[in-house]
C-alpha cells in the first residue's frame, strides 16, 4: 500500500527535510515515528526538500508498507507520537495513493511563499517566522522588477554556488507580491526551481525595493548569467513552501 501523506512544519530547529548527521531533521523525526507506529524501517520520498529554517505550510511526502492500518487514520496516529517529542511538525492529513503516484516525480507545479515584516520595530512574534526589514520597500517598483522574470529563461544568476543542477534553465509560472499593511508577501510558482533561487530572487527585489538598483537592473542580471550580479540570498525564515499541485 502506498500512502500519502501532507505535512506542515516550523523549520526553525531543523537542518532542514532531508536526514543528516549535523543535527535534527524533519525526514528524521517522522521516521523515527512511523518506526514506532508499524515496527519497521519506512522510507519517506518528499516532494521537495527544504533547507535548514526553511518551513511547509503544505509539503507532500508518500511510502510504502504492508500494513493494513487505514491510511486516512495514519495522520493521527503521526501526530500523537511527534507530540511526544516535538510540536514543530503536524501531519495535515493522510491518505491511501494510486501505486503510480510519487511525490516528487508526479508534481505539476511548486509554490513558496516568501513573508517580509516591513516596519521599523521587529516583531518577537514574527522572529523566525518573517525576514524584518525596517527599511522602507516600494513592492511597486519589486512587482515591475519581476515581471522580468516571467517564463522560461537561464537562471544561472540566481542559483547558488553550491546547485548540483546540470541546468539552470527553468520556466516560473507566476510571480505575485502584494503589500497588506506592514507585510509584503512574495509567491512565486515552477515546475522546479534551482538551489536557493527563490531565496536569490527576493534578495534581488529588495534591493530595487530599497532603491539600489532600478528595476531594469533585474533584466541585466538575468542576462549576465552569474550569480555575483544578483543580490544576496535573503535569509531562510521568511520563505515557505506553500503548496504542491498534482
Same mark, same amino acid.
Given at each position: 500500500?502506498?500512502?500519502?501523506?501532507?505535512?506542515?512544519?516550523?523549520?526553525?530547529?531543523?537542518?532542514?527535510?532531508?536526514?543528516?548527521?549535523?543535527?535534527?531533521?524533519?525526514?528524521?523525526?517522522?521516521?523515527?515515528?512511523?518506526?514506532?507506529?508499524?515496527?519497521?524501517?519506512?522510507?519517506?520520498?518528499?516532494?521537495?526538500?527544504?533547507?535548514?529554517?526553511?518551513?511547509?505550510?503544505?509539503?507532500?511526502?508518500?511510502?510504502?508498507?504492508?500494513?493494513?492500518?487505514?491510511?486516512?487514520?495514519?495522520?493521527?496516529?503521526?501526530?500523537?507520537?511527534?507530540?511526544?517529542?516535538?510540536?514543530?511538525?503536524?501531519?495535515?492529513?493522510?491518505?491511501?495513493?494510486?501505486?503510480?503516484?510519487?511525490?516528487?516525480?508526479?508534481?505539476?507545479?511548486?509554490?513558496?511563499?516568501?513573508?517580509?515584516?516591513?516596519?521599523?520595530?521587529?516583531?518577537?512574534?514574527?522572529?523566525?517566522?518573517?525576514?524584518?526589514?525596517?527599511?522602507?520597500?516600494?513592492?511597486?517598483?519589486?512587482?515591475?522588477?519581476?515581471?522580468?522574470?516571467?517564463?522560461?529563461?537561464?537562471?544561472?544568476?540566481?542559483?547558488?554556488?553550491?546547485?548540483?543542477?546540470?541546468?539552470?534553465?527553468?520556466?516560473?509560472?507566476?510571480?505575485?507580491?502584494?503589500?497588506?499593511?506592514?507585510?509584503?508577501?512574495?509567491?512565486?510558482?515552477?515546475?522546479?526551481? #534551482?538551489?536557493?533561487?527563490? %531565496? *536569490?530572487?527576493? @534578495?534581488?527585489?529588495?534591493?530595487?525595493?530599497?532603491? &539600489?538598483? =532600478? /528595476?531594469?537592473?533585474?533584466?541585466?542580471? #538575468?542576462?549576465?548569467?552569474? %550569480? *555575483?550580479?544578483? @543580490?544576496?540570498?535573503?535569509?531562510?525564515?521568511?520563505? &515557505?513552501? =506553500? /503548496?504542491?499541485?498534482?
Amino acid at each position: 500500500m502506498r500512502v500519502r501523506i501532507n505535512i506542515e512544519y516550523d523549520g526553525t530547529k531543523y537542518v532542514g527535510w532531508q536526514k543528516q548527521k549535523n543535527g535534527k531533521s524533519i525526514q528524521g523525526e517522522i521516521e523515527a515515528c512511523l518506526l514506532k507506529l508499524y515496527k519497521e524501517e519506512i522510507k519517506l520520498f518528499v516532494a521537495g526538500r527544504t533547507d535548514s529554517g526553511v518551513h511547509a505550510i503544505e509539503q507532500v511526502a508518500h511510502f510504502d508498507t504492508n500494513n493494513k492500518i487505514e491510511a486516512k487514520r495514519i495522520y493521527l496516529a503521526l501526530n500523537f507520537l511527534l507530540n511526544e517529542s516535538s510540536n514543530d511538525i503536524s501531519i495535515l492529513t493522510s491518505e491511501e495513493a494510486s501505486l503510480e503516484f510519487h511525490s516528487r516525480f508526479s508534481a505539476k507545479k511548486r509554490t513558496y511563499l516568501y513573508k517580509i515584516l516591513n516596519r521599523r520595530s521587529p516583531s518577537p512574534i514574527y522572529s523566525n517566522r518573517m525576514y524584518w526589514i525596517p527599511y522602507e520597500l516600494d513592492e511597486v517598483l519589486m512587482r515591475e522588477a519581476a515581471s522580468y522574470l516571467i517564463g522560461r529563461h537561464d537562471f544561472n544568476s540566481f542559483r547558488s554556488r553550491e546547485c548540483q543542477s546540470e541546468k539552470s534553465i527553468r520556466s516560473l509560472e507566476t510571480i505575485n507580491i502584494q503589500r497588506i499593511k506592514d507585510q509584503i508577501l512574495i509567491q512565486i510558482s515552477a515546475k522546479s526551481f #534551482l538551489h536557493n533561487q527563490v %531565496r *536569490i530572487i527576493v @534578495g534581488t527585489l529588495i534591493n530595487i525595493g530599497r532603491k &539600489y538598483w =532600478k /528595476k531594469e537592473k533585474m533584466l541585466e542580471i #538575468l542576462n549576465y548569467k552569474n %550569480r *555575483i550580479y544578483a @543580490g544576496p540570498t535573503a535569509p531562510a525564515e521568511g520563505l &515557505y513552501l =506553500k /503548496k504542491i499541485h498534482y
